[in-house]
């Protein structure tokens, strides 16, 4: 009698243990799938304020995807054509502008955190000369996009045909930190050129390839 | 095969056993402690076990490059041990199954251990297309499962993907075949046992079998099922390992020939093991009555006819390669003999084909002392001969440009005595902890050749009348009841 | 509900045989008999059916061969075709070994597990034997008690008749 | 090689346009370019990631993070760099003294290929093994980082300082000041020694080859009053008659001497035109291996055979032949009369070469030649060759000198005398005893270990500079790379110590103002010049020939008839084609590189013809003690393991130089390091045995040839690793019944045969159609490849080119032993006929079988066949069964036994980062240089433009200097490689097999007479 109870307790908690496994099951990651990665950056580089709010065009900084398989970082130098002038946000320079015409003095040059780190990376002092004393540091951005070295990728034979950023990319303009929204499996490589070679892209033709020579050498 | 059905008025188990005689034979057996014998045989074959699995790890840890094989030699020992373990699992299934469906009731003794040497022959087949792999690691994508690849699925036109299937039913269904026959012996087993570990085990694997004859029935009509499905099964496992070669365009290895030819080939070395194996398990255990000289003689029998199917293969191959004329095939088989393998080639004939030649003789079949050394060179060619096949006709083929030797390395050594090792160890190990002879079947054939104890009546009994009854006193009747 | 059956325990498969046989003719009803190894032709003398297993068998046979070739067409022709050593696209002789396998696999397994089922056989189920030496060297047959006038001491009569080394009567609970 | 052809090559970023306030930090980057670009070196560690931690992590639980990686842009983008794109540098080869022109492939400011110049006026296109090569040693972590004063580091003040100080001394006291180097090509540095000597009241600049061209040049100033080196045109001769000249593989300058020889051989003409070559050498040489007519001759025979052939050549002109012919018959006399004839029919379009360093032969050639009116035409002398300078005669005036102690200041400049000299070890002793001696070795190499000051020079590819191989033609070489380490170009030595210090860049610069602009007419301004010379490569200038005198017959001498015993040989030291004289001997590419004669790697031995072997009962390996009779002052003797050569002269012993020097210890680690591994370093720890000490100086010039040698047996054993154990097409001798049968594999015909059937139609390829219905139709592109056997000499430059496009790793010696080398393309090398053997080379590389055996068998779909015809090898999925490769009837496939890449960061950045590196236990092979294909298609989907024909290139095609390898699309009919897939010599190795090889080849012809046995016997088998 009291078996019975025992073996009916016994199914009612694997059924339990069943669907809490199935709801776990969304967030279950093969191994190397890195999909929601989304790691923090040496610079709180906001994509959401350039991309998104300033409308700042991607190829702009990464004028790689156009030309080269690698879409590329974009040097110091790229932030220094605006940085140079925009040194903090807008706010905070009205903010000192009033300051100082209450204390009627010239206004301060106001710099914010971020922005500096730029600065100091290319050794420039406050009057954003070359400071001789020191060194200029490379930015180490951590990578967010990673395929394994076996697969061959190339920005640029996919730009060139009209393939938009945010198809493998997702809204990055509006994320404030980038995040890998792609599993980046090969399936979802395969798949993607064979609805392409089907339904074009652009509403243009084209014929990718899905031998594995394409990425694979 | 008419020829190995035995006078039904010969007896098939020595000295007027009686069933309870059978179980206390066998079982006495398991339950005493091992003999010297046992213990040293053991040791033998766990420290070659040892020293085979340290080869092996050093192998998958540092690369296939610790073996000797080259650019052009890419199979050698290691694809060898494989046929040939594969090979000698086949006896085992001829003599469970094929026996079994020919009715040659002479097997029950010696089927169970032919059925466990095949089940560990397959395993140690097995390790060996795994570790020779270059990436041991990956071997799973042999088997065609979805994944995220898009699917990427195998290729079901390679002989390697015929192989895995192969191997695994091959392997599955042995294991069933194996355990179905042991459930009953396991239940007698476990039922002279009150405790202990052994009577634990055996109650856990008899399934709580109660000898009730319903199940007999239907437990009767599965085995014949099994022993049929065994059957097509071993040839064609045999059939796909030769294709693996037959299918290739290396000349010597391109032959259609290779199926029955590897059956055969299977079937002789196989039988050859069981008999060494027999020899053993029969001194050691004690089982002389059980395994008699009959026994011994059949197989010696069987022996003699697969080895000639085995010698007429060799013959065939050769005419077919000069008969073909083309310079490739013609070179490789004359290579084969006269290159600079000649000296496996003629291992493999001299054992394979000259030395069985004895057995026509009965005074040989019936001198264990002449049928235990002719088992093991069998056994000796029989693997000489998948290193012929794979080595010499690989070392040198087309372009002359890269014809290349192969020496094999110690560490290939050691794996090819450590699969011996694992066998060994497997099956030592089984003839302490099972019953090495199929109690239930032999119990069975226990009457064959001797007059029954009870007539059964031609007809049956009219039902005794009241005044009989009567007569018999129905007072001591009632006495049982209560 | 419980019932009450008469056990006989023989010594040789003889007995039991011939008994069976005898029981059978004069309409008692044989529950089962128990004996240590298959005794032939003991299912004739209890009238038993040819059992059913060979049909799931071939059923099981044919599911999986079929199942798998439609799988080796479909990965190698549909789902993603692939130019193997210019090979055509439906390689049918290729895909013949790896069919046969998964045939006798699923119809040996099949058939197996389909025993187990209907012999109600499970790993570590405690056995109910109906007297010691079962699995050794003794032959049982069980017949029912089935109606009023069951006759016992004809019974027993008739199973001594037949060599029966011991004659119990019991109470089965059903 | 898609860039190649849109982008225009950059001159270097120094000029580049970008020269904002921040340029100077971009160049401040620049020194570690090392750590810059994770993904190339994370590439070099692939699979190795996905080994056993990875196996364990997918048994793990899901949610397994990879390690986290890095990207580190730039801080000042130079302009002309985009991360990812590669651009084309055009400069000069450093590899030898030839000055062939090559463009370097740089990606992300470093170089990671070397390919030849197409325009470039000498090598055309071409470049060999070592230039190839040399891009390895750009990134040798063995490279000297900075100068050295007495053995330790020091800075660049110091040595300058203490250098200084000593010259001042020497200006003051007289003392005499001795610049010792190999041929100089630079216009720029030349001027400016000879400034820096002018300083001095004696200095003097003594040139010295260790392979000496020096008898041509002494006997050019006998005959034409011009100590001069002509420029052989051997596109312009008909007939060549060569003796003991190895034009094809070693000799001054083998590229361009290819490419000429193989524009002679063409036969894609009407009516097929095709150069005759007789070869009269001792040892089998790569040019003597592709002779119409190859005469086995004694060193000493060689000399005889000259003057019958020059009397006869005397005859036909009606001139006086002033020397002795010794007029008892020879054998050679039908050969020599034969080839007297065809000489004199092609007057004007006929050369004689010689390769003896014997002035009198020497002069007895240039009498040829200018018997037969070849000044002029096939040799040039009014534009003669700079490329070998050498002078024996001033050597040997500059070691008396040193022994005497005279010598205040010695430079050292691109030479290794301690190694290359006979007498070395004294010559140490020497250097030491010199006040101020400076090496500029960029290695510590023999020399410069003992000199007290090196001041390492830049490699050929970080510094400014430029190269005069022939007289006007001007090749420049720029920086492709920051240098690596603290080296400093000579250029701007000298200049510091001669006083106006000035950089590389500007010492070029100006002389090119100054001495070449001028010679240049019609030319705008400097800068434009400079600017297109600079994007050329190259500039041609005009220049006053040398003043030659007509010739004098008076310089004509007799021949020295010397005769050996016949238990004595005469020593034949010669060059590898890869070794040269052992400057590249610390390159593994080169090391593993198979001779292409012997076929054997990673060292040098004995060559003996098979009867001499016989003769002496040796087998291939024995270890012999070669030891010469004192007659020249020292008696050296030589350890040497030794190899059965097959047409090579009974009397002679063949010794490779350019081994056994101390730099080839580092060898001993090359290979995988498991159980039982076996050295892959000879017992001294070196690879093979220094031969030079057995050079000796005779009457002013450095011979190669030493007679009366003895052997002795030593019974030991050497293991030699040879690629090619098996050497003909007929069947083992020890396989009976079909003893002589010969196999179908090469096609070999002659002229008079090809003639005759040129009316016959061209094979087709089988269309056999075999089991089953064609289901796959190649509508796209269709990639496929034709070699021409006529053309390839086996030089073997595709061997190493491939090795550096496709990343493929060195092995070791012992892997070699154990038939494991990994090239991709190897070149097949059979013998046919008994004595005087017939050579085929024949290039096997992955045939690209449209029925490929090796895709049916692989279990996993590693291997499948892409739709434009390539046999695809995916290397992540590969599980390593091997049966792909047991199947390949052309065993072309090769397997990772271990992990064979090396962590050598440095050394590393050659490696390709559009290739990926392979771990172990996948197989790898030859995908026609896939990753071109791929970057041609995405050039031209970019400029939506189709794929011209040419457009890519295979690294093999792109190198091979005869251009006999020919890679294109086969559904273009007007593409070449449809054209020739047309031809009547095209042939598939195994097609009757149906695997459909993409790959055709051209059959073999020899221009010799059908009725010849030998003709036939390759008819029968053609």
């Known amino acids: 009698m009291n078996q019975r109870v025992v073996t009916l307790g016994m199914c009612v908690g694997l059924l339990f243990s069943l669907i809490a496994l199935a709801l776990q099951a969304g967030a279950w990651h093969l191994p190397g799938n890195q999909q929601g990665y989304e790691p923090i950056q040496p610079i709180a580089f906001s994509h959401r304020l350039h991309a998104g709010e300033m409308q700042i065009g991607c190829l702009y900084c990464h004028s790689g995807a156009e030309v080269s398989r690698h879409a590329g970082i974009p040097p110091a130098s790229t932030c220094m054509n605006c940085h140079r002038f925009v040194s903090a946000p807008l706010g905070a320079l009205r903010a000192e502008d009033e300051l100082a015409r209450k204390e009627n003095r010239k206004p301060r040059v106001i710099v914010s955190p971020e922005i ?49 950023c945010q198809q493998c990319h997702g809204p990055v303009e509006t994320m404030d930190r980038v995040r890998q929204v792609p599993d980046l499996t090969m399936g979802w490589c395969v798949n993607c050129h064979r609805t392409a070679s089907a339904a074009g892209v652009a509403s243009k033709p084209v014929h990718p390839s899905t031998d594995c020579s394409t990425c694979h050498y | ?290 395994i008699t000289i009959r026994h011994i003689d059949v197989m010696c029998k069987l022996l003699l006819l697969t080895s000639g199917i085995v010698g007429i293969a060799y013959a065939t191959e050769f005419f077919t ?105 497997l099956f030592l190990l089984f003839c302490r902890l099972l019953p090495v002879v199929a109690m239930a079947e032999v119990k069975g054939v226990l009457h064959v050749g001797h007059e029954r104890r009870v007539e059964l009546p031609a007809t049956p009994p009219s039902f005794p009348s009241v005044e009989e009854l009567e007569a018999v006193g129905a007072g001591t009747a009632r006495g049982g009841l209560g | 509900m419980s019932r009450r ?145 069951f006759d016992l001491d004809r019974v027993r009569k008739l199973l001594e008749k037949f060599g029966a080394v011991r004659v119990e009567e019991r109470l089965e609970e059903a | 090689m898609a860039e190649g052809k849109t982008t225009k090559y950059w001159k270097s970023w120094k000029e580049g346009p970008g020269a904002s306030p921040l340029v100077q930090i971009s160049r401040d980057e620049f020194p570690e370019p090392l750590d810059r670009p994770a993904e190339q070196f994370s590439r070099r560690s692939f699979l190795k990631a996905v080994g056993f931690t990875a196996a364990v992590a997918t048994a793990g639980a899901g949610c397994s993070h990879a390690p986290v990686e890095k990207a580190i842009p730039y801080l000042i983008q130079p302009e002309e760099i985009i991360p990812g794109v590669s651009y084309f540098y055009a400069t000069t080869c450093g590899g030898c003294s030839a000055g062939c022109g090559v463009l370097a492939k740089n990606r992300d400011s470093r170089p990671i290929k070397l390919e030849g110049n197409s325009e470039h006026p000498i090598s055309r296109g071409g470049l060999c093994a070592i230039g190839q090569a040399s891009l390895l040693d750009l990134y040798d972590s063995h490279r000297l980082k900075e100068p050295r004063l007495d053995g330790k580091v020091a800075s660049w003040e110091e040595v300058d300082r203490e250098i200084i100080a000593r010259l001042a001394e020497i200006r003051k006291s007289v003392g005499s000041v001795r610049f010792l180097s190999g041929t100089i090509l630079s216009p720029t540095l030349n001027a400016q020694i000879k400034k820096f000597l002018g300083q001095f009241n004696d200095g003097r600049h003594i040139v010295y080859d260790a392979l000496s061209s020096s008898a041509i040049l002494d006997a050019h100033q006998e005959t034409h009053g011009q100590r001069l080196l002509p420029h052989f045109r051997f596109d312009k001769a008909d007939v060549i008659a060569s003796f003991d000249a190895d034009f094809l593989g070693t000799w001054i300058s083998p590229v361009e001497f290819t490419r000429d020889y193989a524009a002679g051989r063409r036969l894609d003409t009407k009516p097929l035109r095709m150069s005759y070559h007789a070869q009269f050498e001792s040892r089998l040489s ?272 007799d021949v020295a008839k010397t005769t050996v015993a016949s238990d004595k040989f005469s020593l034949v030291l010669y060059p590898k084609v890869a070794m040269l004289d052992g400057r590249h001997t610390e390159n593994p590419w080169l090391q593993e590189l198979p001779d292409p004669i012997s076929k054997v790697t990673w060292d040098n031995y004995a060559c003996f013809s098979p009867r001499a072997a016989q003769r002496l009962g040796l087998e291939e390996g024995d270890v012999v003690r070669v030891e010469t009779d004192a007659q020249i002052g020292s008696s050296p003797a ?33 290979g995988p390091k498991w159980l039982f591994a076996r050295p892959d370093v000879g017992e001294d720890g070196r690879i093979g045995k220094n031969a030079s000490p057995l050079l000796s100086f005779e009457d002013g010039t450095l011979q190669y040839i030493r007679e009366g040698v003895s052997i002795r047996k030593t019974g030991k054993r050497h293991t030699l690793a040879s690629t090619q154990t098996h050497q003909s097409l007929t069947l083992p001798g020890n396989v009976p019944l079909l003893g002589g049968k010969q196999r179908e594999i090469v096609r070999e015909t002659t002229l008079p045969v090809l003639v005759a059937d040129a009316k016959s139609p061209s094979s087709e390829p089988s269309k056999a159609n075999g089991l089953w219905p064609p289901d796959h139709p190649y509508t796209g592109h269709k990639w496929a490849m034709a070699i021409d056997l006529t053309a390839c000499t086996g030089c073997s430059s595709c061997v190493v080119a491939c090795q550096a496009e496709n990343n493929i790793s060195v092995v070791g010696k012992d892997e070699v032993v154990r038939h494991r080398e990994m090239h991709w393309m190897r070149i097949d090398r059979y013998y046919s006929g008994q004595e005087d053997v017939d050579v085929v080379h024949h290039p096997m590389l992955c045939q690209q079988c449209d029925n490929a055996p090796c895709e049916t068998v692989c279990p996993v779909l590693a291997t499948v066949h892409s739709a434009e015809g390539l046999n695809q090898q995916i290397y992540n999925r590969c599980v390593g069964t091997r049966y792909c490769a047991n199947n390949c009837p052309y065993k072309t496939r090769r397997f990772n036994w271990f992990n064979y890449m090396r962590e050598d960061h440095l050394q590393n950045l050659a490696l390709n980062p559009d290739v990926t590196v392979r771990s172990r236990g996948v197989m790898e092979k030859c995908t026609f240089c896939v990753q071109r294909i791929e970057a041609a298609r995405i050039e031209a989907r970019r400029h939506d433009k189709p794929i011209a024909d040419g457009q890519i290139q295979t690294a093999c095609q792109q190198s091979c200097p005869a251009q006999a390898i020919v890679f294109g699309d086969l559904n273009d009919p007007s593409s070449r490689v449809a054209k020739l897939a047309q031809d009547r010599r095209r042939f598939g190795v195994l097609e009757e097999f149906n695997f459909r090889p993409s790959v055709n080849y051209l059959a073999l012809v020899r221009n010799r007479e059908g009725a010849e046995e030998k003709g036939k016997e390759s008819q029968n088998h053609g």
């Open chain 3, 5 to 149: 059956v008469v056990v006989g325990v023989f010594a040789e498969e003889g007995g039991l045989l011939g008994v069976t046989r005898a029981a059978r003719a004069q309409g008692l009803k044989v529950i089962d008999a128990y004996t240590p190894y298959p005794v032939h032709g003991l299912d004739s003398a209890m009238g038993l059916r040819p059992s059913r297993l060979p049909w799931v068998c071939f059923l099981a046979a044919i599911a999986g061969a079929a199942l798998k070739l439609w799988f080796e067409f479909w990965t190698t022709m549909v789902d993603w075709p692939l130019n193997v050593g210019g090979k055509p696209w439906n390689s049918l002789p290729a895909f013949v070994p790896v069919t046969f396998e998964v045939m006798v696999l699923s119809a040996g397994l099949t058939t197996v597990f389909a025993f187990l089922v209907l012999a109600r056989l499970w790993p570590g189920k405690r056995p109910v034997l109906v007297s010691h030496g079962i699995t050794d060297d003794r032959f049982v047959l069980v017949l029912e008690e089935s109606n009023a006038q």
């Open chain 4, 638 to 670: 030589l350890e040497l393991p030794i190899f059965i050569q097959p047409g090579q002269h009974d009397q002679i012993i063949a010794v490779a130089l350019g081994y056994g020097s101390k730099g080839t210890e580092r060898f001993s680690d090359i």
């Open chain 4, 286 to 557: 790569v040019t003597g291996a592709k002779a119409d007519r190859r005469v086995r001759v004694s060193p000493q025979e060689l000399g005889e055979s000259m003057v019958r052939l020059a009397s006869r050549l005397a005859r036909f002109a009606g001139a006086p032949f002033p020397l002795t012919v010794n007029d008892s018959a020879s054998v050679q006399d039908a050969v020599l009369e034969d080839l007297a004839k065809k000489l004199w029919q092609a007057r004007g379009r006929s050369l004689v070469v010689c390769g003896v360093q014997d002035v009198g032969l020497q002069v007895l050639a240039n009498y040829m030649n200018e018997l037969l009116e070849n000044y002029g035409s096939t040799v040039d002398v009014a534009r003669p060759s700079l490329q070998k300078g050498g002078n024996d005669r001033e050597l040997q005036a500059l070691l008396d000198e040193l022994k005497g102690g005279k010598v205040a200041a010695l430079f050292l400049y691109g030479v290794n005398p301690v190694y290359s000299l006979p007498h070395g070890p004294q010559f140490a002793e020497w250097i030491k005893q010199v006040p101020l001696a400076v090496s500029f070795a960029d290695r510590l190499d023999e020399t410069s270990a003992v000199a007290r000051f090196v001041c390492p020079d830049h490699h050929a590819l970080e510094s400014w500079s430029d190269a005069e191989p022939v007289l006007g033609h001007i090749s420049l070489f720029q920086p492709a790379i920051h240098p690596l380490g603290r080296t400093r170009a000579a250029l701007e030595s000298f200049a510091i110590w001669g006083g106006q210090p000035k950089t590389a860049y500007d010492a070029v610069r100006d002389y090119w103002r100054e001495n070449i602009f001028p010679r240049i007419r019609g030319a705008a301004d400097f800068q434009s010049f400079w600017d297109r010379s600079v994007e050329a490569g190259f500039a041609v200038v005009s220049a006053d020939p040398p003043k030659t005198t007509k010739f004098r017959t008076t310089a004509l001498r």
């Open chain 2, 321 to 425: 390669a000069l008969y073909s004329t083309g310079p490739f095939e013609e070179f490789a088989f004359l290579n084969r003999a006269f290159g600079p393998f000649g000296w496996s080639y003629g291992i493999m004939v001299s054992c394979n084909v000259l030395v069985p030649q004895l057995l026509w003789f009965r005074k040989v079949r019936s001198n264990l002392w002449m049928v235990f050394p002719i088992s093991i060179l069998i056994n000796v060619g029989m693997w000489f001969e998948r290193f012929v096949i794979i080595v010499t006709s690989l070392h040198r083929d087309f372009l002359p440009s890269s014809w290349t030797n192969y020496r094999p390395t110690p560490i290939e050594i050691s794996m090819l005595l450590g699969s011996f090792g694992l066998f060994f160890t």
């Open chain 2, 1 to 290: 095969m008419a020829d190995f059905v035995l006078p039904a008025q010969q007896s098939l188990i020595a000295g007027n056993k009686t069933p309870a005689d059978v179980t206390r034979d066998i079982c006495h057996s398991l339950e005493g402690r091992p003999t010297p014998l046992w213990w040293g045989g053991f040791l033998v074959a766990f420290s070659l076990l040892l020293l085979g699995g340290a080869a092996v790890t050093y192998e998958v840890a540092t690369g296939i490059g610790t073996w000797g094989v080259n650019r052009t030699v890419g199979w050698a020992v290691g694809i060898t041990c494989f046929v040939f373990w594969i090979g000698i699992g086949h006896a085992g299934t001829l003599i469970s199954a094929i026996l079994f469906l020919l009715r040659q009731r002479w097997r029950t003794s010696v089927n169970r251990s032919a059925e466990a040497m095949t089940i560990f022959a397959v395993m140690c087949a097995g390790v060996f297309p795994m570790i020779h792999l270059g990436r041991p690691w990956m071997a799973y994508w042999l088997f065609p499962y979805p994944n995220t690849r898009g699917s990427l699925w195998v290729n079901f036109r390679s002989p390697l993907v015929w192989d895995a299937f192969a191997i695994g039913t091959y392997f599955t269904i042995s294991l069933v075949f194996w355990y179905l026959g042991l459930i009953p012996d396991l239940a007698t087993v476990r039922d002279r046992l009150c405790c202990g570990f052994r009577h634990k085990l055996a109650s856990l694997l008899s399934l709580g079998w109660n000898g009730s004859f319903r199940t007999w029935h239907r437990y009767e009509s599965v085995y014949l099922m099994l022993a049929g499905l065994a059957t097509p099964l071993v040839l064609s496992v045999h059939t796909i390992v030769s294709w693996d070669f037959a299918t290739g365009i290396i000349p010597g290895w391109h032959a259609t020939i290779f199926p029955p030819y590897f059956v055969a080939g299977a079937i002789f070395s196989g039988v050859a093991m069981v008999l060494t194996l027999v020899l053993v398990a029969r001194k050691t255990m004690r089982l002389e009555d059980y």
């Open chain 1, 116 to 164: 500096q780190k730029i600065y100091n990376d290319l050794a420039l002092d406050d009057r954003l000369l070359r400071d001789p004393q020191r060194t200029p540091q490379p930015i180490a951005w951590t990578r967010v996009y990673r395929l394994p070295d076996f697969a061959y990728f190339n920005h640029s034979a996919h730009v060139d045909v009209g393939v938009a």
